[in-house]
């Protein structure tokens, strides 16, 4: 794991709604969570946005090597929308690391980094 990929700068933007220490608290928590080792997170803005009854969250990562990965989800409860958004980057994280070892790996190596059997 790489040190600097733990505590990326968090920029959270509220929208439309009080802004609450818990809110805010929880989205850092949760990005600070993705421990993936590629791509490295340099930064990180998330979006919360309430219109009426839709909870929206979006979030943008500004990665290493000139990657940005963003997502966003809308539902009745933000915490809901934080959760489904940082489902959908770490998966979008996962595809792109399997992407470049895939790339630039021999294939033995890909399924020995992966603890793969044919």
Do not use: W
């Not at 959270?12 to 928590?29: A, C, M, N, P, Q």
């Not at 993936?36 to 009426?52: F, N, R, T």
């Not at 809308?74 to 996962?94: F, G, H, L, N, P």
């Amino acid at each position: 794991m790489q040190s600097a990929n733990l505590y990326p700068h968090v920029t959270i933007t509220v929208r439309h709604e009080e802004s609450t220490d818990s809110l805010k608290g929880y989205t850092f928590r949760k990005i600070t969570g993705l421990h993936l080792d590629y791509p490295k997170i340099i930064e990180a803005k998330a979006i919360l946005d309430v219109q009426g009854r839709r909870h929206r969250a979006e979030i943008i990562l500004f990665c290493a090597n000139h990657i940005t990965i963003d997502a966003s989800s809308e539902t009745v409860d933000m915490y809901r929308s934080i959760d489904e958004t940082i489902d959908k980057v770490a998966r979008q994280m996962r595809k792109h690391k399997t992407r470049l070892l895939k790339q630039h790996r021999p294939p033995g190596e890909v399924r020995k980094a992966f603890n793969m059997t044919l």
